[in-house]
């Protein structure tokens, strides 16, 4: 239902004749559909900048190639990769961000863990033990953390069951789907690397 003149809708969408309304109360809405409508304006913006930016980092990687008579195909040239000016004063990053999850060949890979660290209670350091356990700890919203399962393939320990279990955590990742994302970063005055020209409005 379109709104008549002379009215607005309030919060529980009844109709209050403007007349009625402090003036107060009609700046605030006004300003806040200002702000609205530039954020808007402004997030149509940052789409169009990254949908360019992929292209243009896509169409340099692919014409790169060209030189080495090569044709990029499917997702190849789409992994990570960093650009910069010839001065270095400007670098273009776009990261991928893959978003994964196990299977249930996860709980294997935990059974067969903790039998390890049964076993090793009274070798291991505690704060191997400690890191080992925690790994397979959930958060508030029951969800394990990948980075530290993960983690657990990197620790170089010579037990059967505990490479079994690697292999299980292995073949228990999935990878649910993936983001790429468009950072550049300008070299600071000083000389001391790199600092990320924000596109965060509330950080900017």
């Known amino acids: ?7 607005m809708k309030d ?3 009844r ?3 403007i007349d009625t309304i402090k003036p107060v109360d009609l700046k605030r809405d006004a300003v806040v559909r200002q702000i609205i409508d530039d954020a808007r304006k402004l997030n149509a913006e940052i789409a169009a900048f990254r949908k ?3 292209e243009a980092v896509e169409e340099f990687i692919a014409e790169s190639a060209r030189e080495y008579k090569v044709k990029m195909r499917g997702a190849e040239g789409k992994g990570n990769v960093s650009l910069a000016t010839f001065d270095g004063q400007y670098k273009v990053q776009r990261a991928v961000s893959e978003s994964i999850s196990f299977d249930e060949r996860l709980h294997a890979a935990k059974e067969l863990v903790h039998q390890c660290i049964n076993d090793w209670s009274d070798g291991a350091r505690p704060e191997v033990q400690a890191l080992i356990t925690g790994a397979f700890e959930v958060d508030k919203a029951g969800n394990i953390n990948t980075g530290r ?4 393939r990197k620790l170089d320990i010579d037990d059967k069951r505990w490479k079994r279990a690697m292999e299980a955590i292995s073949d228990s990742v999935t990878v649910t789907g993936s983001k790429a994302y468009i950072r550049v970063y300008e070299r600071d005055g000083e000389g001391n690397g790199y600092k990320p020209i924000s596109l965060d409005v509330a950080s900017a």
């Open 1 to 7: 239902m379109t709104t008549p003149d002379g009215y």
């Open 11 to 13: 919060p529980q969408g």
């Open 15 to 17: 109709l209050v004749p």
């Open 52 to 54: 360019r930016a992929f």
């Open 149 to 152: 399962v993960l983690s657990l």
